[in-house]
């Protein structure tokens, strides 16, 4: 079992810069993929960015390409995300994902465990 506990969301201004962290309990954290997902207000949940068990391989949606950065300290056995340039548009809950494969996926049905999430809001 592994559980999930976002930080790091708050209020920024376009151009702005955000770290987002996920801290993971159980030792099994570091043989798993995952993924941030966010889900923005009347909006289905999607995919921003995954990364594999050991962090040599990451994945990003169109819009996080160039401006977001997923990455992870197994050692500490924490998942981040670097946003920077920051647009309104980036508004949304920010969720972490974690799932019982070592390789990343897009799709949320793949994930086995779940953050409550952070909230990001970017005001222009």
């Known amino acids: 079992q592994v559980q999930l506990v976002e930080s790091g969301g708050g209020l920024v201004q376009a151009g702005g810069s955000l770290r987002l962290s996920c801290a993971a309990s159980g030792r099994t954290f570091s043989s798993y993929a995952a993924a941030w997902f966010r889900q923005a207000p009347g909006k289905e949940r999607e995919f921003v960015a995954a990364i594999n068990w050991i962090g040599s391989w990451t994945m990003y949606t169109d819009s996080a390409k160039g401006r977001f950065t997923i990455s992870r300290d197994n050692a500490k056995n924490v998942l981040y995300l670097q946003m920077n340039s920051l647009k309104p548009e980036d508004t949304a809950v920010y969720y972490c994902?974690?799932?019982?494969?070592?390789?990343?996926?897009?799709?949320?049905?793949?994930?086995?465990?779940w953050g409550q999430g952070t909230q990001v809001t970017v005001s222009s």
């Open positions: 994902a974690a799932r019982q494969q070592t390789s990343a996926r897009a799709e949320a049905s793949r994930y086995d465990y």
